[in-house]
């Protein structure tokens, strides 16, 4: 009997340390199985971020390296430029590519560079312990908002939209904002990553997914009622689908 | 084969020496007096479907470079002063990840944005780990264009043998004078060290995944790491001191002298011979490992020291340390961008030879 739905080989067997209802687990099985699909398990290289899912290194079943905190598409650039016919998967949270590493990201983008970002915007910074992030929403509190963010007042800024920020330069091929609040919407956004990994395959240009998640934990909420925020308060200001898509594919 | 000799500037020379090691990838930003290499980089690497990248900033291109090592890849990146406080993150992250690379420093004068003319004093810097956390690397010191060639050809070799990063030190006098070069000869890319810790190419092999990382929270494990790191570091410090030595045994005050300014001490030496004195060089060319036991032997022996920096006195407190105390270390320096002239070296070093011996 042909096997219907298994672990992926991609990834180890083994209990993640992410905090219940984490996105994280989530994405990095995707990730895994759109691998496995492809058949790339031993022509993928990770690269583990600075935040929490620096622990990817545990989890995936193949290469990985762990950069410094925002450099993860400065050195994603040397991996892919030496191994071109390999997956590189440069993995990122929302501080490490919109606030420390927003040079690194914009000018990966803009170079074209041929490897997948994944970008887990959760909102917060969670490895630290809650703190404001590039895309905190208006409103949301964080150890370092504590009132709220305050863009006027308190001079915290907007929320930033990255795939949108992106979308005007040249090198990005395919940016999408999938979400993994359910399941359906977990089902869209494994197709946007095998998309976006196909499309760095046929060496297309810069491609990211940007995957909305949550963190109940930071966001001191319980596991369902942070999928729920995530599908409300989220996607109200992120909007989910593809926000850029020039593949040879799409122009068909 | 003829000899392959050719008048280049120190920064093209450097260049050239890179892309006859091997050098796979090269990653650079545009900084004063150090253009020169990053423009021959873009000419000489892209016509040969290597890797040549302007990055965004200094720190993206030492993490390129950093991704690049990873992939077993022989590369580098080369900057001057401001642009090395930049990379020194991730310097620490490549000490950390055992990552073998080439970092060149074409010294100008600070601090801040300083000047663009050359200096010497980045040696702290350079020496001391510039980074955060525990580490050294191997530092280099050319005097010549020749010299600067040649330890960039082997860099490449040391940084392999070590699994470290290896920096160039040379400043903005050797960057930007022409001089006669033998080159080396070219590498055969297919030729060059395996490296199985390096990522990629896994179907090749079907081997056991392989990390590159510096993180570990288990304090005993990291402080084995760093234990195990130490012990190569003892390894080098065996294997890898280079210096050179002129008229030092008849010598009553020798000159401590790296790079532009060990040719003016040279200078010096000249004029003393002329006033019937004798004065000597030591010349040490790695910085890190610092020559400290050939330092201390010629202490023992009671040859006073006068060390002639393009800084304000940064190496001059390892020629302290190595000296123990055991004989008297002078210094002269000027910085700024100012060059010691070798009259002023000569009048110091008199007034030294004058004195009383301090021991
Ligand atoms: C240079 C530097 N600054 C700060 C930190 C501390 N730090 C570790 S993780 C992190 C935030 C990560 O947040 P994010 O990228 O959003 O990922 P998440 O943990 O939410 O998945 C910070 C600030 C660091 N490791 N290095």
């Keep these: ?249 799409a122009k068909r | 084969m003829a000899e392959d000799k050719r008048l280049m500037k120190g920064n093209e020379a450097i260049g050239e020496a890179a892309v006859r090691a091997g050098c796979r990838a090269y990653f650079g930003y545009p900084i004063t007096p150090q253009n020169e290499l990053t423009a021959y980089m873009a000419k000489n690497m892209l016509d040969k479907k290597r890797t040549f990248i302007q990055a965004e900033s200094e720190v993206s291109a030492i993490n390129m470079v950093y991704g690049a090592a990873a992939t077993g890849a022989r590369t580098m990146t080369s900057s001057s002063s401001p642009g090395l406080s930049l990379k020194q993150e991730g310097i620490s992250y490549a000490c950390g990840a055992d990552l073998p690379l080439v970092i060149v420093n074409v010294q100008r004068s600070g601090p801040g944005l300083g000047g663009i003319s050359p200096g010497q004093s980045d040696y702290f810097q350079s020496t001391r780990g510039g980074g955060h956390g525990d580490y050294y690397h191997l530092v280099l010191a050319p005097k010549s264009v020749q010299e600067a060639a040649d330890l960039t050809y082997e860099a490449f070799d040391l ?51 392989n990390h590159v990382t510096s993180i570990n929270l288990v304090p005993d494990e990291l402080e084995a790491a760093n234990r195990k790191r130490f012990a190569r570091y003892d390894e080098i410090k065996q294997a890898e001191v280079r210096f050179e030595e002129v008229n030092t045994e008849k010598a009553e005050l020798v000159f401590v002298a790296y790079g532009t300014s060990s040719r003016v001490c040279l200078g010096a030496l000249e004029m003393a011979k002329k006033a019937g004195v004798e004065l000597g060089l030591f010349r040490p060319i790695s910085l890190w490992p610092f020559p400290e036991k050939r330092v201390a032997e010629l202490a023992a022996k009671g040859k006073k020291f006068l060390a002639v920096e393009m800084s304000m006195g940064q190496m001059v407190e390892d020629v302290r340390l190595a000296a123990n105390g055991k004989t008297e270390v002078g210094f002269y320096g000027r910085c700024g961008g100012n060059i010691p002239s070798e009259e002023e070296v000569f009048a110091e070093a008199m007034r030294l030879v004058g004195t009383k011996s301090g021991k």
């Design chain 1, 1 to 249: 009997m042909e096997l219907a739905y298994g672990h992926p080989k991609s990834l180890k067997p083994i209990q993640t340390k992410y905090c219940p209802g984490c996105g994280h687990g989530v994405i990095h099985r995707l990730v895994a199985e759109v691998v496995d699909e492809m058949g790339l398990q031993e022509r993928s290289i990770i690269l583990n971020p600075v935040g929490c899912a620096i622990w990817a290194d545990l989890y995936f079943d193949f290469d990985s390296v762990q950069p410094a905190h925002g450099r993860t598409p400065a050195a994603a650039t040397g991996i892919k430029r030496m191994l071109p016919d390999h997956l590189v998967i440069c993995y990122q949270g929302d501080g490490d590519l919109a606030a420390i590493g927003t040079a690194e990201a914009v000018h990966a983008a803009n170079r074209g560079e041929k490897f997948t970002t994944i970008f887990v915007n959760n909102a917060i910074y969670g490895m630290t312990g809650g703190q404001m992030a590039p895309t905190t929403l208006v409103g949301q509190k964080a150890t370092t908002a504590p009132y709220g963010r305050d863009p006027i007042e308190a001079g915290m800024g907007y929320p930033i939209r990255v795939c949108e920020l992106l979308a005007t330069l040249g090198g990005t091929k395919y940016l999408a904002r999938g979400s993994v609040d359910t399941a359906v919407n977990v089902r869209k956004t494994k197709q946007y990553i095998k998309k976006a990994f196909e499309a760095q395959m046929r060496g297309e240009g810069f491609s990211m997914v940007e995957v909305l998640s949550p963190c109940p934990t930071n966001w001191q909420m319980s596991p369902p009622e942070a999928a729920e925020w995530v599908g409300q308060s989220m996607a109200a200001f992120y909007p989910l689908g593809e926000i850029k898509n020039t593949l040879e594919e």
């Design chain 2, 159 to 209: 940084a392999d043998r070590w699994r470290m990063p290896v920096m160039i030190l040379a400043d903005g006098l050797i960057g930007q004078m022409m001089e006669g070069v033998v080159l080396p000869p070219a590498r055969d890319l297919a030729a060059l060290p395996r490296k199985p810790w390096a990522v990629g190419r896994q179907a090749d092999s079907h081997r056991p995944i």
